[in-house]
Every structure is written in structure tokens, then in C-alpha cells.
T-cell receptor, first 122, second 107 residues
Framework: QVQLQESGPGLVKPSETLSLTCTVS??????????WNWIRQPPGKGLEWIGY???????KYNPSLQSRVTISADTSKDRFSLRLSSVTAADTAVYYCARESWGSGWRGLDVWGRGTTVTVSS | EIVLTQSPATLSLSPGERATLSCRASQSISSYLAWYQQKPGQAPRLLIYDASTRAAVIPARFSGSGSGTDFTLTISSLEPEDFAVYYC?????????FGGGTKVEIK
């Protein structure tokens, strides 16, 4: 059974870079028809898709964040990472990693990490 | 960007009642719609994908319908564990987007 686990600093200073890692256990980042996503949820609000890295290494980002976001995968360690630069208080949120599956067609975001809270504050 | 509008924002019902949640897309998304359940302090959980296919181990009381721009999630008979927030999500066009959520609360 595939499991995802986010890790990284819980506190980031304004204007600095937020860096998170999602470790995949029970599965492989570099194989299969899977998209590895980052999604965030500000306190008391809804979900916002940040972007994904595909098993081939290609990426896609939300245009609203594209200038500040980098998502990459380390297939040797079965993990993928998020970097968000020039953060402000508006980037304070719970950050989730999630797997999107394409088997015989789209199968949704079927595996999620528990989420990690990141607060942007000096 | 495709906007998903969920209604109502809050649904107050009693256990055993039927819940009907709506999600409307700003343009056609075919059947590229999923529904998720989120409880406080937890990650979202996939319930339905492709508008009407139940994900693994999801009880049969959850059903989805619709295509194009109008979609519905129905919970046939609410169990105590079903009181939560529900989100729809589209995968037709980038960026992927979520609806604002419907909170199903105990009346």
C-alpha cells in the first residue's frame, strides 16, 4: 500500500524559500502512470493545487504560483520536493502531497499525505 | 481557469437522511470530476472519480452523477461518520481546481 509523508520546516521567514519533501513508501516515483502533486490549504479555507511532477520528470504548475514554484523528483530515493520562493504570510497553509493515478483512465487524487503545516512569520 | 461552484455551502441534516450536494463547472469538463471528503485535522479522502465511479473501499451509500457542467454527490442515508466537508475537483483543464466545499453538519 502506497503511503506519502511530507517533511520540512514548519516555520519560514517572509521573503525566504519554503522547501518541503514528500517521501513515497510502497511505490515508485519514477514508474507507472502517476502524477505527484502538491496541494495546499490555508487555515479555514479550501484547497489550492500548486503543481505536479510526472513520473517522467515533466512538471506543471498553477499559473498563480508559477513564477515562484519548483517541483522536482528524486527517483533514486522515491521522493519529490516543493520549493516556493519569496514567501509571504499568504503562503501560510497546510501543505499536502498527493498521488494522482491514471490507470485505464483518470482515477483521481487517490493517495494523500497527512499534510504539514507551514507558517510564514518573522 | 475553470471555476467550480458548490452548493449549498452548508447542509444541516440528521443521521439517516439523504444528502444531495451540487457542483457546477464554469465550462464543460466532460466527466473529469472527483469528490473528496475531509474531516477536521485530516487530509481529503477520494470518494468518487470520473463523476460516478466509487473509489476503493468507499461505501455504496455514496454515489456521483452528472457530466458537462452539472454534477451531484448523493449520500443515500447519512451515517455519523459522514458529517464532514466535501470538495469537488476537476481534471479537464489546467490548472486543476477545487470547489469551495460543502459542509454537511448535524442538524
Amino acid at each position: 500500500q502506497v503511503q506519502l509523508q511530507e517533511s520540512g520546516p514548519g516555520l519560514v521567514k517572509p521573503s525566504e524559500t519554503l522547501s518541503l519533501t514528500c517521501t513515497v513508501s510502497g511505490g515508485s516515483v519514477g514508474s507507472g502512470t502517476y502524477y505527484w502533486n502538491w496541494i495546499r490549504q490555508p487555515p479555514g479555507k479550501g484547497l489550492e493545487w500548486i503543481g505536479y511532477v510526472y513520473s517522467s520528470g515533466s512538471t506543471k504548475y498553477n499559473p498563480s504560483l508559477q513564477s515562484r514554484v519548483t517541483i522536482s523528483a528524486d527517483t533514486s530515493k522515491d521522493r519529490f520536493s516543493l520549493r516556493l520562493s519569496s514567501v509571504t504570510a499568504a503562503d501560510t497553509a497546510v501543505y499536502y502531497c498527493a498521488r494522482e493515478s491514471w490507470g485505464s483512465g483518470w482515477r483521481g487524487l487517490d493517495v494523500w499525505g497527512r499534510g504539514t503545516t507551514v507558517t510564514v512569520s518573522s | 481557469e475553470i471555476v467550480l461552484t458548490q452548493s449549498p455551502a452548508t447542509l444541516s441534516l440528521s443521521p439517516g437522511e439523504r444528502a444531495t450536494l451540487s457542483c457546477r463547472a464554469s465550462q464543460s469538463i466532460s466527466s473529469y470530476l472527483a469528490w473528496y471528503q475531509q474531516k477536521p485535522g485530516q487530509a481529503p479522502r477520494l470518494l468518487i472519480y470520473d463523476a460516478s465511479t466509487r473509489a476503493a473501499v468507499i461505501p455504496a451509500r455514496f454515489s456521483g452523477s452528472g457530466s458537462g457542467t452539472d454534477f451531484t454527490l448523493t449520500i443515500s442515508s447519512l451515517e455519523p461518520e459522514d458529517f464532514a466537508v466535501y470538495y469537488c475537483q476537476q481534471r479537464s483543464t489546467w490548472p486543476l481546481t477545487f470547489g469551495g466545499g460543502t459542509k454537511v453538519e448535524i442538524k
